[in-house]
C-alpha cells in the first residue's frame, strides 16, 4: 500500500462547479498535513495546511480525518485557473536523527476546470 | 519572486558531461532537499542535508552526487548520466522542524543525450 494515495483523475469540471479530493495517508502517526499545487512544468506551491479542526482559505476548505486516515481539499465556485494537480503531503517521521520532518507526497490529482 | 532560486532552468548535457545544479535559499531554512520529478511520476526524494549535514540519501546512483557548503546553498553535481535521468529537479528548504513545508525553487529541466 502507498504511503499517500490519491485519484489522479483527471477531474473535468466547468467553471463554477465545487469539486473535492481525497487522499489516503498509510501511517497514523502522521502529524502534518499539506496542500500543494502544481501547474504545468512547474515546482509545487503550498496551498495550505490541513489542521485538525479544518480549515477555510476563500474558495477552498481542507478537512483532516485522523480516525480514517485521510484529508480532503474542496474548491467552490471553480475557476479556469485552478487547473492543475493538486498534491497531498503527509509528514510524521523525522529524517535520521535530525529534527527535519519527513515530507511525503501523493502522486497528485490533475483538475481541469473548463469554459 | 522567489525564495529559492535554481540555476540553471534548463540543461541539455550528453552522457559522458560533467555539470553541476545550484540551489540557493533566502528563507532563513537550515534544511534543504533535492527531488527529482518524471513525467507522469510523483516527486521522488533524493537527498536532505540539515543543518548542512546529510541526513537522508534515498538510494541515488553515485552519478549524482550532492554538496551543501552552508545552510543556503546546495548543489547536485552530475557526471556520467544516463537518458533516464532526463527530468525536473528541484531543490527545497524548510525550517529543520517535523511540521514545516517545503517551500520548492523553480526547478532545473535536465535532459540527457
Known amino acids: 500500500r502507498k504511503e499517500v494515495e490519491q485519484d489522479p483523475g483527471p477531474f473535468n469540471v466547468p467553471e463554477g462547479a465545487t469539486v473535492a479530493f481525497n487522499c489516503t495517508y498509510s501511517n497514523s502517526a502522521s502529524q502534518s498535513f499539506f496542500w500543494y499545487r502544481q501547474d504545468c512544468r512547474k515546482e509545487p506551491k503550498l496551498l495550505m495546511s490541513?489542521?485538525?479542526s479544518g480549515n477555510e482559505d476563500g474558495r477552498f476548505t481542507a478537512q483532516l480525518n485522523r480516525a480514517s486516515q485521510y484529508i480532503s481539499l474542496l474548491i467552490r465556485d471553480s475557476k479556469l485557473s485552478d487547473s492543475a494537480t493538486y498534491l497531498c503531503v503527509v509528514t510524521g517521521t523525522h529524517h535520521g536523527s535530525s529534527n527535519t520532518g519527513k515530507l511525503i507526497f501523493g502522486q497528485g490529482t490533475t483538475l481541469q476546470v473548463k469554459p | 519572486e522567489t525564495g529559492v532560486t535554481q540555476t540553471p532552468r534548463h540543461l541539455v548535457m550528453g552522457m559522458t558531461n560533467k555539470k553541476s545544479l545550484k540551489c540557493e535559499q533566502h528563507l532563513g531554512h537550515n534544511a534543504m532537499y533535492w527531488y527529482k520529478q518524471s513525467a507522469k511520476k510523483p516527486l521522488e526524494l533524493m537527498f536532505v542535508y540539515s543543518l548542512e549535514e546529510r541526513v537522508e540519501n534515498n538510494s541515488v546512483p553515485s552519478r549524482f552526487s550532492p554538496e551543501c557548503p552552508n545552510s543556503s546553498h546546495l548543489f547536485l553535481h552530475l557526471h556520467t548520466l544516463q537518458p533516464e535521468d532526463s527530468a525536473l529537479y528541484l531543490c527545497?528548504?524548510?525550517?529543520?522542524?517535523?511540521?514545516?513545508?517545503?517551500?520548492f525553487g523553480n526547478g532545473t529541466r535536465l535532459t540527457v543525450t
Open positions: 490541513v489542521y485538525s
Open positions: 527545497a528548504s524548510s525550517s529543520s522542524s517535523l511540521n514545516s513545508p517545503l517551500h
